[in-house]
């Protein structure tokens, strides 16, 4: 399975976007999708997490603000990105982890301008 990343863009402070992580094969049975980031010169950092149950969890700098989620049918999970402040500015990616596998996606950048 492979991911692709899309929906980054230039945003103002206080705006929104709308990634989405497309699976090139089924996640039905993917034990967790997450959004991971890296914004420059730092490591990469856990975003939110939405596991085969819909059990969800944010990391606490995005708690509130964002929301993840999944469509099954499409293969597909989405970060909705709101209040976005200049600090969210990174490239970030999806991450798939079955019982066999962990895949990344090829990052999407994001940029806040405040």
């Known amino acids: 399975v492979q991911l692709q990343a899309s929906g980054g863009g230039l945003v103002q402070a206080g705006g929104s976007l709308r990634l989405a992580c497309a699976a090139s094969?089924?996640?039905?049975?993917?034990?967790?999708m997450s959004w991971y980031r890296q914004a420059p010169g730092k490591e990469r950092e856990y975003v939110a997490r939405?596991?085969?149950?819909?059990?969800?969890n944010y990391a606490e700098a995005v708690k509130g603000r964002f929301t993840i989620s999944r469509d099954n049918a499409k293969n597909t999970v989405y970060l909705q990105m709101n209040s976005l402040k200049p600090e969210d500015t990174a490239v970030y990616y999806c991450n798939m982890i079955t019982p066999f596998t962990t895949t990344w996606g090829q990052g999407t950048q994001v940029t806040v301008s405040s």
């Open positions: 094969g089924s996640i039905a049975r993917a034990n967790f």
């Open positions: 939405i596991d085969r149950s819909e059990s969800i």
